[in-house]
Nanobody
Framework: QVQLVESGGGLVQAGGSLRLSCAAS????????VGWFRQAPVKEREFVAAVSWSGGNLYYADSVKGRFTISRANAKNTVYLQMDSLKSEDTTIYYC???????????????????WGQGTQVTVSS
């Protein structure tokens, strides 16, 4: 397994941008699909975006499509989530997650992921 650490969260005004980073430890990170999820208090964990191990396949929730961009740099063991045109409803804790896959895809189902970071808070003020 890999260990994941998120960073880049913070406070931003509506319409602004943030870039989250997910840094992984472990030499086999390039075998892992990586996803971003978010979860507000008393709500279910929500899929945001995912990227395949190669970076060639990208997946987005409809709520963030066109505003968020996921990417990865395997040489740096890091996955990014660029968040533009932020809205107040994007306010919550964001988690990155990963699972080892021999396939080329990713998943929107949080049950597929077995490695999770501790989360980073994103707050968008209106």
């Amino acid at each position: 397994q890999v260990q994941l650490v998120e960073s880049g969260g913070g406070l931003v005004q509506a319409g602004g941008s943030l870039r989250l980073s997910c840094a992984a430890s472990g030499r086999t990170f390039n075998r892992y699909a990586v996803g971003w999820f978010r979860q507000a208090p008393v709500k279910e964990r929500e899929f945001v975006a995912a990227v395949s191990w190669s970076g060639g396949n990208l997946y987005y929730a409809d709520s963030v499509k066109g505003r968020f961009t996921i990417s990865r740099a395997n040489a740096k063991n890091t996955v990014y989530l660029q968040m533009d045109s932020l809205k107040s409803e994007d306010t919550t804790i964001y988690y990155c997650a990963a699972y080892d896959t021999t396939g080329g895809g990713g998943s929107s189902r949080y049950g597929e992921y077995d490695c999770w970071g501790q989360g980073t808070q994103v707050t968008v003020s209106s």
